[in-house]
C-alpha cells in the first residue's frame, strides 16, 4: 500500500511502519476482540473502538488507504458501466462536457429523483427568458 501512496509517508514513517507493524500483529493476534472480525470494516471500528486507532496510528492510515481504495475502486467501475451504456454509437461523437453532464446525472440518479419536474421547467424556462432578454 505505501507504493500505491507514496506521498502519503514520510521516509521516516516508513522506518517506522516495519516495527509497527509487527508490534501490531502480535498485539491483534493476542486480542480476542480481534479474533472475530468480519471484513476490513468492522477491523476498523474496533481499532477505534479499543484506541488501537491511536496505538498504531501508521497501521490505521493503511487501513484507511485500503478502504479508500476499495471505494473509489467500485466507484470508477460503477463510472466505465454507465459509460459502456451512455455512450452509443450515435453519441459516440459527443463532447467531454456533455458527456460529463448525462454520466452525472446517470450515475446520481437517486439525487435526482428527489428533484421535482416543475422546478426544472421553471429553471429552464427562466434560463430562456434571460437568454432571450440578450
Known amino acids: 500500500m505505501t507504493h500505491l501512496y507514496p506521498c502519503d509517508f514520510t521516509p521516516v514513517e516508513l522506518k517506522i511502519l516495519d516495527n509497527q507493524l509487527e508490534t501490531y500483529i502480535m498485539d491483534m493476534q493476542s486480542d480476542p476482540q480481534f479474533s472475530l472480525l468480519k471484513d476490513i470494516g468492522h477491523l476498523a471500528e474496533t481499532m477505534i473502538q479499543n484506541n488501537k486507532d491511536i496505538l498504531y496510528p501508521l497501521v490505521f492510515k493503511l487501513l484507511k488507504l485500503t478502504l479508500v481504495l476499495l471505494a473509489a475502486t467500485a466507484r470508477v467501475e460503477r463510472v466505465f458501466s454507465a459509460m459502456a451504456i451512455i455512450k452509443t454509437r450515435l453519441r459516440n461523437r459527443i463532447g467531454d462536457q ?17 428533484i421535482e419536474n416543475d422546478g426544472i421547467v421553471n429553471l429552464f424556462q427562466n434560463m430562456k427568458r434571460r437568454h432571450n432578454k440578450l
Open 98 to 114: 456533455w458527456m460529463n453532464d448525462i454520466l452525472l446525472a446517470y450515475i446520481e440518479k437517486e439525487i435526482l429523483d428527489c
